[in-house]
């Protein structure tokens, strides 16, 4: 694209001798490198009225009420993130919490949540949180599979009957019509891992037809149970038999026992794009995962009905040895107890191995009695730099974070994946970056207005010095603010000046809408 394209006139006349002069716009920003999310970059400016941006071009001569001098910095869409845990966050009484300032001080302005499964059927009420209880950024909400199965079946290890069947793709399709994004599962996950194939695509089924992406945290990305290869295959044959798009959540190749199997996964994906599906994935760029001790250790037979048979089963002196065997195995593919640093809890920073060694106990006995108090959240240490690389120089794969508490990809994803593996390691390029954490996701996903800087699009925008952009997070201080972000603009409010939290709550609740007809 030509750089003359980029840029807007307000009227035709204006170029003329004579003309009017050109309406004043609220907000210029001016003689940044501006990246618009589809076109290269070049050195220009951006306005902005109300909550729409008015032109994008080198030099614009347009009065404004205020001018930010945007020179040596990047100047981008505001970053989108497919995959949060940002529920509670987004409705907590607390105004200061509803900011989310983690996202705010990366650039990201926009949120996905109810991912891996979790996403509450009631989405009018989710969507409708933020009218009373305003939000620092936009996001959208999935359905997911795991309150759906609960409330339908329960914790039980078991197929739905018909009519339990019937139940759940109601509540799916009241979902959608409601305004969820599409349909979310977190296989891996118990009771949604007793869920066969053909529940998961009947489910699937009332989504697609309502418009609706499948997201899935897949059945296994590691070698718990059928296997990485064969779960992203399944998460490939839910989207081809369910006619949607599928989305894998967090792609990687976790433990020991999987390692290395990034280029046969990135086969199997480009197989299915090739054959005419849609196929995508997110990633976050840190090598551990977020997960729990029980999520991470404990065999799936063993959490059949929920924590309080699990009890059950730990105090079961006939099921000792077969909870040791497997918890040892699923130690081992984690990569051993020195790999799992518990982030939550009395033993908070301390890994599992630095717990036995304290308790005078083993790994196993270890693990087994902080479960019994709780289900602490820990960073499983489990993927390689080269797998990580591979995925990432994928151009389907979307920056996203993952964010969990106790994790410090809840501050710093879309900062570390620049400073990282932009500047650093220059596994991509910076115009790669910013695509693939504005665009492709926009595109993706179907958001229309976001996700790009071009007339008439939502006022969404970073600016950041890509001298200073880096994480500051870690994972003995998940919570520490990322650097570098000089202003950011939330639907044309500005949310972020002079690198300090303006205080500006002007996110909104984006309802996805179904297709015409679709819906009563």
């Known amino acids: 694209m030509k750089l003359s394209r980029l840029t807007f006139l307000v009227s035709a006349s204006l170029s003329s001798l004579g003309a009017a002069p050109a309406p004043q716009v609220d ?51 505001g970053f989108i993130d497919p995959h949060t845990h940002a529920g509670e966050q987004l409705a907590s009484d607390d105004r200061q919490v509803r900011l989310i300032p983690g996202f705010l001080m990366q650039g990201v302005t926009t949120a996905f949540i109810g991912n891996d499964g979790r996403g509450s059927p009631d989405v009018a009420a989710v969507l409708g949180s933020a009218g009373g209880k305003p939000v620092g950024v936009n996001f959208a909400t999935y359905v997911g599979l795991d309150p759906v199965r609960k409330q339908v079946i329960g914790e039980g290890d078991r197929a739905p009957t018909a009519a339990e069947l019937a139940r759940m793709k109601s509540l799916i399709a009241s979902a959608m019509c409601q305004g969820a994004l599409g349909f979310s599962t977190g296989l891996f996950y118990a009771p949604q891992s007793f869920a066969k194939t053909d529940e998961v695509v009947a489910l699937a089924r009332e989504a697609a037809l309502r418009g609706g992406v499948y997201d899935s945290h897949i059945r296994d990305e590691s070698s718990y149970n059928v296997g990485l290869a064969a779960a992203v295959d399944e998460a490939i044959a839910v989207g081809r038999e369910a006619r949607m798009p599928v989305n894998i959540s967090h792609i990687k190749a976790l433990g020991v026992d999987v390692q290395g199997q990034a280029p046969a996964i990135i086969a199997k994906v480009e197989a299915a794009q090739h054959a005419g599906q849609k196929v995508t994935a997110d990633q976050y760029p840190w090598s551990a995962s977020g997960t729990s001790l029980v999520s991470s250790l404990i065999p799936l037979w063993a959490q059949d009905g929920g924590r309080p048979a699990l009890l059950k089963r730990l105090d079961d002196p006939a099921l000792r040895e077969r909870l040791r065997s497997g918890v040892a195995d699923n130690m081992r593919r984690r990569g051993g107890a020195a790999s799992l640093l518990i982030t939550q809890g009395a033993e908070k920073g301390k890994t599992l191995a630095d717990v036995a060694k304290v308790r005078g106990l083993d790994p196993i006995a270890a693990a087994t009695a902080l479960i019994r108090v709780q289900d602490s959240a820990v960073a499983s240490f489990n993927q390689t730099e080269a797998d990580i690389a591979a995925f990432m120089r994928r151009p389907w794969v979307m920056t996203g974070s993952d964010a969990s508490a106790g994790h410090p990809r809840a501050y710093g994803s879309f900062a570390r994946k620049y400073r990282e593996y932009v500047v650093a390691r220059k596994v991509i390029a910076l115009r790669d970056f910013v695509e693939r954490s504005t665009s492709l996701t926009a595109d993706t996903f179907g958001l229309a207005g976001r996700g790009r800087l071009r007339p008439g699009a939502y006022a969404d925008i970073v600016v950041f010095d890509p001298k200073r952009f880096a994480e500051r997070s870690t994972y003995e201080q998940p919570t520490l603010l990322a650097t570098g972000v000089r202003t950011v603009l939330v639907n044309g409010v500005v949310a972020v000046d002079g690198g300090a939290l303006t205080g500006a709550a002007a996110g909104r609740a984006l309802a996805h809408a179904p297709p015409r007809g679709t819906c009563p």
């Open 27 to 77: 907000l210029l920003i001016r003689g940044g490198t501006v990246f618009t999310g589809s076109a290269a970059p070049f050195r220009g400016d951006v306005a902005i009225s109300e909550d729409r941006i008015r032109a994008v071009g080198r030099r614009l001569s347009l009065p404004a009420r205020r001018t930010i001098d945007a020179r040596g910095m990047i100047v981008a869409p």
